[in-house]
């Protein structure tokens, strides 16, 4: 691996276990329609695309498929306003995650965030788990008009830096995380622990793969 010059890093799956609060709000939506509640576990599994596709795979039941549109827009407002609700209340960082940030800022790496969540939703949550600050850059689902695995949210982050793509990392969960990666042309470093509907995130070849946040900076004094 080569040395980053800045680093952007995605949030549920990454820093954050959000899915305790994803999955109340999932299962008190399923409630509120009539229905049967998932659970944490199922819910676990379709994280990673945003709250929209969240909500199409709860009502569905499943990670494929679309359900009928006058359910979606039945549900799709209850789900935004129990998630308002419920931004923090469940969710935590991973255990390392703190301490990993403080390594890397005390190297003096550029922090940006970026994440398919909303603003609304990921502010919040950033500010409430104390981790906003850390970063130069907030990225959310609907900053821009594409978001991951669109390269554009991570070109972006690059701009803002002045950070030319190959000189750049993404720390991710995801093989959305890993596609945007390499469509921008940043490096990529995943978790082994995060969000990837259930399939081993090796499978998609990211650059790196390491079990828990305070890693991060001990692989980068490895790369030249």
């Known amino acids: 691996m080569r040395k980053p010059d800045m680093i952007l890093i995605d949030v549920d799956g990454t820093l954050v276990d959000s899915v305790p609060d994803l999955a109340f709000c999932v299962d008190t939506m399923m409630a509120e329609l009539g229905r049967s509640p998932h659970g944490e576990a199922r819910v676990r599994e379709w994280v990673g695309n945003g709250v929209e596709r969240l ?3 709860a ?6 498929g679309e359900p009928d549109e006058a359910d ?5 407002p ?3 306003d129990l998630c308002a609700e419920n931004t923090s209340k469940r969710s935590c960082l991973y255990p390392g995650v703190r301490e990993g940030m403080d390594l890397l800022k005390a190297a003096a790496y550029r922090l940006g965030c970026v994440t398919n969540k909303a603003a609304q939703f990921t502010e919040p949550l950033l500010k409430d788990l104390g981790i906003f600050d850390d970063f130069s850059i907030v990225i959310s689902g609907d900053t ?3 978001k991951k695995p669109d390269p554009a949210p991570l070109l972006h982050a690059a701009e803002f830096f002045g950070c030319e793509p190959a000189n750049a990392l993404m720390i991710g969960d995801s093989v959305s995380d890993v596609a945007a990666a390499r469509a921008a042309g940043f490096q990529i470093v995943c978790m082994s622990y ?3 509907h259930g ?3 090796r499978e998609a070849a990211p650059d790196a793969v390491i079990d828990s946040f305070v890693e991060v900076q001990p692989l980068l004094e490895q790369a030249v």
């Open 78 to 80: 209850l789900f935004l």
């Open 144 to 146: 821009l008009s594409t």
């Open 59 to 64: 009502l569905v039941g499943a990670l494929q």
């Open 194 to 196: 995060g969000y990837n």
């Open 199 to 201: 399939v081993d995130i």
């Open 55 to 57: 909500v199409r795979r």
């Open 72 to 76: 979606f827009d039945r549900a799709y």
